[in-house]
């Protein structure tokens, strides 16, 4: 039951965020008005969200599984590139907002909100870098890679792959092309990107 309320408080809050960053901006939102609206109190929110960059990257980073998770899983005998690649189509066919390939209304917000906001770009920035010094160390465990340097070069461009194709996969949405007709487009450019990571690094 706890559980329950805390996801309910949790997701109110979300939603009382995007709400009016929709309507305002991300820099023409006070933190306040977003607790009145959600109905709780600052410390509240805070509580659940540390930061205001929290409030719009968290909703869709909360559940995302990291690449270096990907890694660690892979069914045995499949290589570490090899299992990121099926790990971005899946998502592409998911329609992973961190994709870029989802044009309900809430993703929308969410890429129009990053591409306009400098803060929430640095946020993201800082989270993926945490994230890519995770894969490097999973390249190093169980990915087949025994150089520390290499690992680190394989997790950056792994990084920089999804970034590049995330930003042309959301431009398609902001400009009002659907998830679905785009979803080729998204598929060819993704096994482009990784045929083109396979054989130059692993």
Known sequence: MR????RRTREAIMEAAFALFRE???????VVDIAAAAEVSKPTLFAYFPTKEDLVLRRFIDDNKSPALVVRERPPGMRALRALRQSFLDRLTQRDVLTGLNDSPPAITFHNLLYST???MTRLTIYMLDQERDLSGELLTSGGLSDEFIARLVAAQVFGTHRILAYYNAQEMRLGHSADDTYPVAVARATTAFDLLERSIL
């Open 3 to 6: 559980e329950r309320k805390k």
């Open 24 to 30: 305002s901006g991300f820099d023409g939102v006070a």
């Open 118 to 120: 400098p803060t929430l």
